[in-house]
């Protein structure tokens, strides 16, 4: 980055400060990763220059001759790794993605029904303060209060009640599978469009660790930066009778030129998730997370519904007497990057909330394996019992920084 270090050296400065933290640190954020080398490099290219508004084959500026190539590559890719009719990989990210989900099937003020927030799911899938909740009548489903557990004959008794227009599976803050196929069921059996957004378990939906919605969902959304592992960025999944309701709903009525950068790192991102080494990745990813949550259990932590099926863990520690934040920043101090979340039924505040959320894939990509895992719960176990102890989060911090040196994660010098 010899140009970026002479003509911008504050900028420079920070990003190379933020490429020593990712190095440096425990990253168990869920929903973060480290793309590769390859995909760092497709997202600082020339083609951040084109605008192409429109589609492959009738854009509305000249000179596509380069971009319809990469998109139809990313879209085609993206396909065939999820068995789809159709996709649409311009969103931006994933909250764009929900949107236009919206935009192709609802009206405002139709009924919306989502997972809650504080019961993990996304502020996307009609949470009050979200354009998705102050545009659509929502009435979210929650967990239920004994499992803390999906509960489907609830959600089917909510349904028919409400008669939504549109019903989302999925969430950031769940740790268990998710059962498509059922929410598919009760969608059809209320008439309303069924929606799965996979974005937190993309990468173990395409490794063959969860169900894939793409058959049971008349549409499907997901980032690409998080299991999956690419640029940050959005894919939107359906079947071929809706393809033009979303495609419309992406360009014209949401956005404008696709990030084309993004688009060719998505297509690198998804080559690499189709290869055998991606399948042994995200079954990692699931090892990894169940040996984090038993080694947490034994250590006296409540998990909610005692474990995880996926990538995340979510810890109530309300036991232990503390709220999420000041843990979380205590373990950000001691090195372990991870972030207070609400648990279900909390009786907390979301900015102070009850709980912890943790995740493997970032672990995961660098190569930790079980010890480490154990060793992750070890540090967390000691500074969740003393943890304005100034001098025992130093040494925490400098034996993390210890053991990332042995495990670069991939994309960094
Ligand atoms: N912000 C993402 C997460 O952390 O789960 C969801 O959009």
Redesign the pocket.
């Known amino acids: 980055m010899e140009h970026l270090k002479n003509q911008d050296p504050d900028i420079y400065r920070l990003i190379k400060e933020e490429e020593k933290r990712q190095i440096d640190k425990i990253r168990l954020?869920?929903?973060e990763n480290y793309t590769s080398k390859a995909v760092l490099e497709a997202t600082g290219t020339v083609l951040t220059n084109k605008y192409s508004e429109g589609y492959a084959g009738k854009r509305y500026y000249e000179g596509q001759q380069i971009i319809d190539q990469i998109e139809t590559i990313a879209n085609d890719r993206a396909k065939s790794l999820f068995g789809a009719d159709h996709a649409n990989s311009q969103t931006l990210s994933?909250s764009p993605a929900n949107m236009a989900v919206y935009y192709a099937f609802l009206e405002a003020g139709d009924t919306v029904m989502g997972q809650s927030l504080p019961h993990g799911g996304?502020l996307t899938h009609g949470w009050k303060v979200s354009f998705s909740g102050r545009t659509y009548q929502s009435v979210p489903y929650i967990l239920n209060e004994k499992t803390r557990r999906l509960d489907y004959d609830q959600i089917r008794d909510i349904a028919k009640k409400e008669r939504p227009k549109l019903i989302w599976a999925g969430a950031?803050a769940y740790p268990r599978e998710i059962d498509f196929k059922a929410f598919s069921d009760i969608a059809k059996e209320v008439g309303a469009v069924f929606a799965a957004d996979i974005?937190?378990i993309a990468g173990l939906v395409v490794g063959g660790e969860h169900q894939n919605p793409v058959p049971y969902a008349d549409v499907v959304t997901t980032t690409t930066h998080k299991t999956l592992r690419g640029p940050r960025g959005g894919l939107i999944l359906c079947r071929e009778e809706h393809a033009k309701a979303i495609d419309r709903a992406v360009f014209p009525t949401l956005q404008g030129g696709p990030h084309n950068h993004t688009t060719a790192a998505i297509a690198v991102a998804l080559k690499e998730a189709s290869s055998p080494d991606f399948k042994t990745y995200a079954s990692q990813i699931v090892k990894k997370a169940k040996v984090l949550a038993e080694t947490l259990l034994a250590d006296g932590f409540d998990l909610v519904t005692g474990g995880t099926d996926n990538h995340l863990i979510l810890i109530d520690l309300t036991n232990k007497g503390f709220s999420g934040r000041p843990i979380a920043k205590a373990l950000d101090q001691a090195g372990i990057v991870c972030n207070a979340n609400s648990v279900p039924f909390d009786q907390r505040k979301p900015f102070d909330p009850s709980g912890l959320r943790l995740g493997t894939p970032a672990v995961t990509s660098r190569g930790m394996k079980e010890n480490e895992m154990k060793q992750i719960a070890a540090w967390m176990h000691e500074v969740v019992n003393d943890y304005t102890n100034e001098s025992l989060l130093g040494r925490i911090e400098k034996e993390v920084r210890d053991l990332c040196s042995q495990f670069p994660p991939p994309g960094l010098s």
Do not use: Q, R
Request: hydrophobic letters at 25%.
């Open positions: 954020i869920p929903s994933g996304h950031s974005a937190h």
